[in-house]
C-alpha cells in the first residue's frame, strides 16, 4: 500500500490487530501479546466488537486535538483506527439520531485512567455538540463539576497520583437536537475511612492539602489554621507532597470551578469550614479520668482545638465535649446515660469526623445537582457516564472490597445480558438464524450476596441487628453455617471438610470465588464498618450548631424528630444504590471503556504481562471475545464492503451499477469462499472465521500492488511522452528566441561603433577649443602677475624704511630707563647704609641700659629671686588658665558630658574639682526651674532607673517616654462615667493592659486603675469591674529580664483578695505600672513596701494551682511579637524575640 492511500478502515495499515474479535487464533497469550505490540507503537485503543480497551499511557499523547475531534465527527465506528472518541461519537449520535437513551460505562482499577476517559468522553460531546451562549453555559458548567468532585473526592494513593475514592454516575441530559440541558450526579460509597487513616504512602483527599497550600493567609487566619501539614494528625507525611501536582494552582482552580458551577460566596466559605472543622477534630486528643464507680471516663487533654472547632461550627464548647465522654441510650421511654473510655470517645471522633465529611461531599452532589439541573420539563434524551472503582484484590481485603467486587459482579452480569441480547436484537434485525451461546453466568455469585435470605448482605445485617453480643466471629460462625454449601463460597471453618486443611486460608477468612478469580476477605470489621454508626448524642450536638449547613447534614439530631428506629446499614444502601444503578443501565443502549494500567511503576513505555493479565481476566475480556466470536466474528455493512474488496472481481471492479448486495454475492463467489463461512443480512455481510477476513485482506493487498504496478506503468509512459512533447517544443522556442538574440547582438554592435567613432569626433573638436581658451586665459594671467610682483617690491621699501626709523627712536628710551635705574639704586644702597648704623646705635643703648639697671638692682633680688619669680609665673599661669577656662566652658545642660582638656599635669586635682563644682552648680539652675508637677514625674523616673536599670531589657525604650499615668482620661471620658463613678480616690494611672488565661495563654483586654489604697481590673467593653484589690493584699510583683511587658501581682496568702488567685497580666507600660506601685508601696507609712522580683522563671498562684511562668527567646521563624503558649498544666512558655 503507497504512503499517500487515506486511512479509510481499522483494518488498513494495522499494528497487532485492531479489533480482537479477528484474533487468529484466540488464546490469552496472543491477546496480551496484541495489547503489547499495539502499545509499545503508541495504539492504546482496541476494540473487541464495539467495546473499547483503553490502556493508559502515562504520558501525553498528540490523539486528542481539535483536529482529531473533527476526524472522528460523523464517521462510521469501523471507519477508522480504534479511539475514545469512535465510541463517544457513536453514541452520541445514537442519541441524536436514533432518539435512543445511552450509558457509558467505564471500569477498570485504580490507576488505570477511568476518570481521565470520562473526561475525554465529556470534552468530545461537548465539542461536538450544539453551540450558544445557554449551551455554552451548561457545557462549562458540566465540565467544570469534575474539578470540584475530584478536589473532595480523590486522593493520591499507591497505584494513582489522582485516584477517584467514590464512585460516579452523571447522566446529561439533551433536547431534540442533541443540545446539552443540564444533568445530574449520583456517587456511590465515598471511602470515607480514608479521612481519619491513609495506607503508607497515601494521602487523605485533595482538597485538605489544597487548602492548606493555596488558601490566602487571611483565609487561613479566618478558619484558624497553619500551613504546617505536620500540625494535623489526619494528614500522612509520607506523601505530602506529590511530583508533578500543585496543589495551591488546583485550589485556585477549585475555586473557580465552584463559581463557575454556581456556588455562592458565603457556600464556598461555609464548605471551606467545615474542611478545617474535619482537620481540627483529628487533632482532639483524650486523656482517662477515674470516677468513683472505678470505671474510667474520657477527658479532652487540650481544649484549644476543641475551641477553634467550635468557634467554627457555631457549637458551644461544653455540649460536644459532653458528647464526646458521655452516649446516651434511649429505650421506648427510658434514656440511660453511659460513659466513654478513651478508646470509645476517639472512636466517637473519628465516626464523627468521617460522618461529617461524607455528608458534606453527598451535599456537594446535591448541590452541584441543583446548578446543572435541566430547567425545562419536556421530554429529554440522557447519555450516562458511569466511572466506578473496578475489581479489587488486595492483599488484605476487607469490607470496603467486598461491596466493590459486588459491584462490578453486578456490572459483569449486565453486561453479558446486555452484550447478548445486543447480538440476538441484530441477529434478528439482519434475518440470521441465532444460536444459544453458552457462557458463565454469573447469577449465581450474585445471589450469594444480595439474596434476601441467605446472601450475606443479609447476614450482615441480621447480626448487626441481633441483640446480644455481636462480633466479627459470629458473623463468620453464620457463613459457615448457611453458606458451607455454596460451589463459591470458601471458609477454612466451614462443615465442607475440602477446606480443612487449606492453609493458604486463614481461620478469620472466607473466599468467594468470582468471575475474576478468588478473592480472600479478611473478616475484621466487617460488623463496625457495616452499621458505620454515629451517637445520637453527637448527631444532637451537630445540629444544635449555628453553622449554615450543619442542619442540613444532620436531620436526625433534631430533638423534634426522634426516631427510635436503628438507622439503615452501609451494605442495605449500596445494595440499594446498586439495584438503581441497574435499573438505570438497563434501560439505556449500553457502551463500555474497558481501561488496562500497563505497569505500576507510573511509568511509559513499560508493560507488564502479569500485571496486564490479571486485569484481562477480572474485567473478563476473553469472555466478551468469547461471546463476540460465538456466532459470526465479523459484520459490514454492504456498501463499505464492496466498496473495499470490489477490485478482487472483473465484474465489480472498477465501477458496480447494481445493488451492493448482489456486488457482494458475485464477489463471494468469484473468490469461491466456502457458504458456511458467511451469511447474508438484510443490510450487513456477516463472517464466521476472522480466517476468511483476512484472506480477502490478503487478496486486496496482493490487488492493491497489482493496481498500483499498472498505474505506475501508465503513470511512467505519460510521463515520458509528455517530457518528450515538452522537449520538441521547447526546442522550437529556443531555436527562435536565439535567431531573435543574434540579431538583437549584430544591431547593438554596429549601433556601438557609431557611437565610437562620433564620440572620438567630438572629442578632437572639443580638445582644439580648448587650447585656444587656454592660450587666452595664460596671456591675462602674465599681466596680472608682473603688476603684482612691482606693488609688492614697492610696498617692502617702504615697510622697511618705517621699521628702521622706529629703531632709532627705541634705543634712545631704553638708554634713558638704563641711566635712572642706576641712579636709583645708588640712592638705595645708601639709604640702607644709614638705617644699619641708626639700628645698631639703638640695640648697643639698650644693651647697655638693661646692664647698668641689673648692676643697680642685683643687690635687692639676690635673696628670693627665685619664689618671687616662681609666683609670678605660677600667677600668670593660673591667670592663663582661667582665663581659657571662661572661652570654653560648656553649656548649662546637666547631660552635657564635655569639659576642656587639662593644659598642666599639676593642676589634675583643680580641674576636677572645678568640673565637679560646675556640674552641681548648673544642676541647681536646672532645677531651680522645675514645676513640683515636673519633679514629681523626675523623681518617678529616677526611682525607676533604681528599680530596673541595667536589670530589664525592656527599661531603655521607656527612657525617653514620659509617665502620663491616665492614659485613658476617665475623667473626661464619657464611655469610663459609670466606671469613674465606682473610684472614691484620685486615679494614679489607668490603662488597658492584657490578662492572661493559664489555660491557653491567651490574653484578653482589661482596664487597669491605680489609686493609692487599691487596684481595679475591669471590663474594656462594659466598664463592669472584675477585681478590686487593696494595695496591703499586695505581696510582690515578679518580672523577666527580658524585653516583654508580662508582670504577675502576687498577694498575699490568706487575705481575701487571693482567693481566686494572682494575676499575670501583660502591658507595654510594664516600667511606669510598676515603678508607680512602688512608690505607692513607700508613700504608706502603715504597710511594707512592695517588692520588685526579676528573673527570667517565677511561680503564680491560680486558684489551688501554681504555675512556672518561664520566658525564652526565641527564633527568627517565629516573629517579632512576644509569645505565649501552655506547654502543660504546670507551665506557661512566653517566647521574647532577640533584641
Not at 98 to 124: F, N
Not at 658 to 669: C, I, M, N, S, W
Not at 781 to 790: D, L, P, S
Request: glycine fraction near 4%.
Amino acid at each position: 500500500m503507497s504512503k499517500m492511500e487515506v486511512k479509510t478502515s481499522l483494518l488498513d495499515n494495522m499494528i497487532g490487530v485492531g479489533d480482537m474479535v479477528l484474533l487468529e487464533p484466540l488464546s490469552e497469550e496472543t491477546f496480551i501479546g496484541n495489547l503489547r505490540k499495539r502499545f509499545e507503537h503508541n495504539e492504546i485503543y482496541t476494540y473487541i466488537g464495539s467495546v473499547v480497551i483503553s490502556m493508559n499511557p502515562y504520558k501525553s499523547l498528540p490523539i486528542y486535538t481539535a483536529d482529531k475531534v473533527e476526524e472522528y465527527r460523523n464517521r462510521n465506528f469501523y471507519e477508522l483506527s480504534p479511539h475514545i472518541y469512535a465510541l463517544a461519537d457513536e453514541a452520541y449520535r445514537s442519541l441524536r439520531d436514533q432518539d435512543k437513551d445511552q450509558c457509558i460505562l467505564i471500569t477498570g482499577e485504580s490507576g488505570a485512567g477511568k476518570t481521565e476517559a470520562s473526561k475525554l468522553v465529556m470534552s468530545y460531546v461537548a465539542a461536538v455538540c450544539g453551540k450558544g451562549q445557554e449551551v455554552n453555559k451548561v457545557k462549562e458548567q458540566l465540565l467544570q463539576s469534575n474539578p470540584v468532585l475530584e478536589a473532595f473526592g480523590n486522593a493520591k494513593t499507591v497505584r494513582n497520583d489522582n485516584s477517584s475514592r467514590f464512585g460516579k454516575y452523571m447522566d446529561i441530559e439533551f433536547d431534540f437536537k442533541g443540545d446539552p440541558l443540564g444533568g445530574v450526579i449520583s456517587n456511590y460509597l465515598l471511602e470515607k475511612s480514608r479521612v481519619v487513616k491513609q495506607p503508607r504512602g497515601e494521602r487523605n483527599f485533595h482538597i485538605f492539602y489544597q487548602l492548606l497550600s493555596g488558601a490566602s493567609e487571611d483565609t487561613l487566619k479566618k478558619l484558624k489554621l497553619d500551613r504546617d501539614f505536620s500540625k494535623y494528625n489526619y494528614l500522612s507525611l509520607d506523601s505530602a507532597t506529590v511530583n508533578g501536582l500543585d496543589d495551591a494552582a488546583n485550589f485556585r482552580t477549585v475555586r473557580n470551578a465552584m463559581q463557575i458551577v454556581g456556588f455562592m460566596e458565603d457556600e464556598v466559605q461555609s464548605v471551606l469550614e467545615l474542611v478545617a472543622a474535619v482537620l481540627k477534630l483529628g487533632n482532639i486528643e483524650f486523656k482517662p479520668e477515674s470516677r468513683v464507680n472505678g470505671f474510667d471516663e474520657s477527658r479532652v487533654k487540650d481544649k484549644n482545638d476543641l475551641k477553634e472547632m467550635c468557634e467554627l461550627l457555631g457549637i458551644e464548647q461544653s455540649v460536644l465535649e459532653r458528647a464526646f465522654s458521655y452516649r446516651t441510650v434511649e429505650a421506648k421511654m427510658e434514656k440511660v446515660s453511659t460513659t466513654l473510655n478513651v478508646a470509645q470517645a476517639y472512636y466517637a471522633r473519628d465516626a464523627l469526623a468521617k460522618n461529617l465529611y461524607s455528608r458534606l461531599f453527598s451535599w456537594l452532589v446535591t448541590r452541584i445537582n441543583e446548578s446543572i439541573k435541566a430547567q425545562t420539563k419536556s421530554r429529554k434524551k440522557v447519555m450516562g457516564v458511569l466511572d466506578i472503582y473496578g475489581f479489587e484484590i488486595f492483599e488484605d481485603n476487607s469490607f470496603e472490597q467486598f461491596i466493590i467486587n459486588y459491584c462490578n459482579e453486578k456490572l459483569q452480569q449486565i453486561f453479558i445480558e446486555l452484550t447478548l441480547r445486543e447480538e440476538q436484537e441484530e441477529y434478528v434485525r439482519e434475518g440470521i438464524e441465532w444460536t444459544n451461546i453458552e457462557y458463565f453466568n454469573n447469577a449465581v455469585i450474585c445471589d450469594l450476596i444480595e439474596n434476601n435470605q441467605n446472601g450475606i448482605l443479609a447476614m450482615l445485617d441480621e447480626e448487626c441487628l441481633r441483640p446480644g453480643t455481636v462480633t466479627d466471629d459470629t458473623f463468620l460462625d453464620k457463613l459457615n453455617t448457611v453458606c458451607a454449601e455454596h460451589q463459591h463460597f470458601e471458609s477454612r471453618l466451614s462443615k465442607n471438610s475440602k477446606f480443612l486443611t487449606d492453609h493458604s486460608l486463614p481461620h478469620s477468612c472466607f473466599r468467594i470465588q468470582h468471575y475474576a478469580g478468588k478473592v480472600l476477605y479478611r473478616v475484621e470489621g466487617f460488623v463496625d464498618k457495616n452499621n458505620d454508626l454515629l451517637y445520637r448524642d453527637l448527631s444532637q450536638a451537630m445540629y444544635k450548631a449555628n453553622h449554615s449547613l450543619m442542619k442540613l447534614l444532620f436531620p436526625e439530631g433534631n430533638p423534634a424528630k426522634v426516631n427510635l428506629k436503628r438507622p439503615p446499614t452501609a451494605g442495605s444502601q449500596f445494595r440499594a444504590s446498586v439495584g438503581t444503578l441497574m435499573k438505570n443501565l438497563q434501560t439505556k443502549n449500553p457502551n463500555y471503556i474497558r481501561c488496562i494500567k500497563p505497569n505500576d511503576k507510573k511509568a511509559c513505555q513499560v508493560f507488564t504481562d502479569s500485571l496486564v493479565c490479571h486485569q484481562v481476566r477480572y474485567l473478563g475480556l476473553m469472555e466478551n471475545v468469547r461471546v463476540r466470536r460465538a456466532g459470526y466474528a465479523f459484520r459490514q455493512a454492504y456498501e463499505p464492503c464492496l466498496e473495499r474488496y470490489k477490485m478482487l472481481c472483473k465484474q465489480t471492479w472498477p465501477h458496480w451499477k447494481g445493488p451492493a448486495r448482489q456486488g457482494v454475492e458475485v464477489l463471494l463467489k468469484d473468490l469461491e469462499v466456502p457458504e458456511e463461512e458467511f451469511a447474508y443480512g438484510r443490510s450487513k455481510i456477516f463472517i464466521r472465521n476472522p480466517r476468511t477476513l483476512f484472506f480477502l485482506e490478503e487478496r486486496r493487498r496482493q490487488c492493491l500492488e497489482d493496481l498500483a504496478t499498472l498505474i505506475q506503468k501508465i503513470y511512467r509512459g505519460w510521463k515520458c511522452r509528455t517530457h518528450f512533447l515538452l522537449l520538441k517544443k521547447s526546442q522550437v522556442v529556443v531555436a527562435a528566441w536565439y535567431r531573435r538574440y543574434a540579431q538583437q547582438q549584430k544591431y547593438q554592435k554596429i549601433k556601438s561603433s557609431s557611437i565610437v567613432v562620433q564620440s572620438y569626433i567630438r572629442g578632437w573638436k572639443a580638445r582644439k577649443i580648448l587650447r585656444e581658451l587656454k592660450y587666452q586665459k595664460r596671456c591675462k594671467e602674465a599681466v596680472t602677475t608682473i603688476a603684482a610682483y612691482w606693488h609688492g617690491t614697492q610696498a617692502r621699501w617702504e615697510l622697511r624704511r618705517l621699521k628702521e626709523e622706529a629703531r632709532n627712536k627705541h634705543a634712545v628710551t631704553v638708554i634713558w630707563a638704563a641711566w635712572l635705574g642706576t641712579k636709583a639704586r645708588r640712592e638705595l644702597k645708601r639709604l640702607k647704609e644709614e638705617a644699619r648704623r641708626k639700628h645698631a646705635v639703638a640695640v648697643i643703648w639698650a644693651y647697655w641700659l638693661g646692664l647698668k639697671v641689673r648692676r643697680e638692682y642685683r643687690k635687692f633680688f639676690r635673696a628670693n629671686a627665685g619664689k618671687k619669680i616662681y609666683d609670678f609665673t605660677i600667677q600668670k599661669i593660673m591667670q592663663k588658665y582661667f582665663i581659657g577656662l571662661k572661652n570654653t566652658m560648656p553649656s548649662m545642660s546637666p547631660i552635657d558630658k564635655t569639659w576642656p582638656a587639662r593644659p598642666y599635669l599639676f593642676l589634675d586635682g583643680t580641674h576636677q574639682e572645678l568640673r565637679r563644682i560646675f556640674h552641681l552648680w548648673r544642676c541647681k539652675k536646672y532645677r531651680s526651674q522645675f514645676t513640683e508637677e515636673k519633679k514629681a514625674i523626675y523623681e518617678e523616673k529616677l526611682e525607676a532607673s533604681e528599680i530596673f536599670k541595667d536589670k530589664k531589657a525592656l527599661y531603655p525604650s521607656s527612657v525617653g517616654q514620659p509617665f502620663k499615668g491616665d492614659y485613658l482620661e476617665i475623667n473626661k471620658n464619657p464611655k469610663y462615667q459609670k466606671l469613674n463613678s465606682v473610684m472614691d480616690e484620685k486615679v494614679l494611672l489607668a490603662d488597658v493592659v492584657n490578662k492572661i488565661n493559664r489555660a491557653n495563654g491567651k490574653g484578653a483586654s482589661r482596664i487597669f486603675l491605680l489609686t493609692k489604697k487599691n487596684f481595679v481590673l475591669a471590663d474594656q467593653k462594659t466598664g463592669q469591674v472584675k477585681a478590686s484589690v487593696p494595695l496591703p493584699d499586695l505581696n510582690s510583683v515578679s518580672v523577666s529580664t527580658q524585653s516583654d511587658g508580662f508582670f504577675a501581682l502576687k498577694l498575699k496568702e490568706g487575705t481575701p483578695s487571693a482567693a481566686k488567685g494572682d494575676f499575670l497580666l501583660s502591658s507595654d507600660r510594664l516600667i511606669e505600672i510598676i515603678t508607680k506601685l512602688h512608690r505607692t508601696g513607700e508613700a504608706s507609712a502603715d504597710r511594707d513596701p512592695i517588692s520588685v522580683d526579676i528573673s527570667d522563671e517565677f511561680l503564680v498562684q491560680f486558684k489551688q494551682d501554681k504555675v512556672c511562668v518561664k520566658f525564652i527567646q526565641a527564633g527568627p521563624k517565629n516573629g517579632n511579637s512576644v509569645a505565649c503558649k501552655r506547654k502543660n498544666n504546670r507551665l506557661l512558655e512566653v517566647s521574647v524575640p532577640s533584641p
